[in-house]
């Protein structure tokens, strides 16, 4: 109690010029100051995520995670991903769902 949530639904998906705004709002909500993604990788979130915020989270995410593993300061063009699987420990279901075609309704 006592806290104060903003709750915000977005119908359809986030326009291109929307995105590094997204991620750069949802990093600072985490205590982040600094770019963590090149453009390139924004505009690669963009095509993947086809603007729809709950995938566009869970692949900057793994995004992140494998640039993390490589020792890199930004993401600067997403990782293959066929070889984060066993890095990041996901399964080809896992993979095959993340970046999976969306039914024509979403």
């Known amino acids: 109690l006592g806290r104060q949530e903003a709750v915000v639904i977005i119908h359809g998906g986030l326009g291109r010029e929307e995105i590094g705004p997204y991620l ?3 990093l ?3 205590g982040v100051t600094r770019p963590l993604y090149s453009e390139p990788a924004i ?3 963009a095509r993947l995520s086809k603007g729809l915020p709950r995938r566009l989270g869970l ?3 793994h ?3 494998a640039a993390a593993v490589a020792k890199a300061k930004i993401v600067d063009a997403l990782i293959n991903a066929e ?3 066993s890095v990041l420990k996901l399964s080809k279901a896992d993979l095959e769902h993340i970046f999976s075609p969306l039914p024509a309704d979403e």
């Open 24 to 26: 750069e709002h949802r």
């Open 28 to 30: 600072a909500r985490a």
């Open 43 to 45: 505009e690669a979130l």
């Open 59 to 61: 692949i900057a995410h």
């Open 63 to 65: 995004a992140l995670a």
């Open 83 to 85: 070889d984060s699987l």
